[in-house]
């Protein structure tokens, strides 16, 4: 790390169960985002400024007017623009040091395949389940961590997954037939910071993992009710049923 380094993340190094060797470990890390809507916008700023050295978008969406009161990274001359393109031209503002590749289309399940190797953790920041599902099953299979959140009226979720553990859950355990009706924020609403505050604590449970500070529980589900201002926690267990992570699976 040079001077400037040093200097402009001193208030992290300080911490005496991050320091130096935290630092050096989010320069080192690799991330992918995938969906730089609000969730995404949101998690890439705090990982870009936090000084996570290498970021991956992907989003296929463009920027609209009613993105703009949550997805507060883009601004309104952006409208239209695509999200990626939109949101590394933020990143870099905030730190040029980042690196970050963009991917302005959904990428297929050998192409995530594909990207997972190169990529030392993924935030989930989508908004439908069925991706939701193709990031888990991919994660799971490349042992990969992953971060995924959600949010939607008043209500949020958070849940991290560290696939190396033994008997370790998967998304898959806690939503089998969850289909995506209802679950479209143009129908049923959100709250601006509800889907913000979840974005922080996506870029907070990934940095925990990326420096080994802290601690991550796999499979820990948070439970926010913002209407509330309520916080609720609960532990996964493996479904034994699960068809992809179970002892005897119907996926592969």
Known sequence: MNEFEL??????????????????????????????GGLGNIA??????????????????????????????YNENQIGQSKVAAAAEQLKQKNPGVEIDLIGHRLTE??????????????????????????????????????????????????SFLFDQVSAPCYECLYPNLSDQALSCHESG???????????????????????????EHGSLKLFD????????MRLTQDKECQLCSKVPSLT
């Not at 005496?16 to 690799?30: T, V």
């Open 110 to 159: 050998n192409a995530l395949l594909e990207t997972l190797e190169k990529v030392d953790l993924v935030l989930d920041c989508t908004d439908n389940f069925a991706t939701r599902q193709g990031i888990n099953r991919a994660c799971w299979q490349q042992k990969t961590p992953l971060v995924s959140a959600a949010a939607i009226r008043w209500e949020g979720q958070l849940v």
């Open 44 to 73: 890439a700023t705090y990982l870009a400024t936090s000084g996570v050295g290498h970021l991956l978008l992907v989003d296929d969406d463009v920027i609209e007017a009613s993105n703009l009161p949550r997805q507060v990274l």
């Open 7 to 36: 200097d402009r993340y001193s208030r992290q190094i300080l911490l005496n169960d991050f320091d130096i060797s935290g630092q050096l470990k989010l320069k080192e890390a690799r991330v992918l985002i995938v969906g730089l």
């Open 226 to 233: 913002g209407f509330q201002g309520r916080w609720r926690e």
């Open 190 to 216: 959100i709250l601006s910071p509800v889907v913000g505050l979840l974005g922080v604590y996506q870029a907070l449970e990934a940095i925990k993992v990326l420096s080994g500070a802290g601690c991550v």
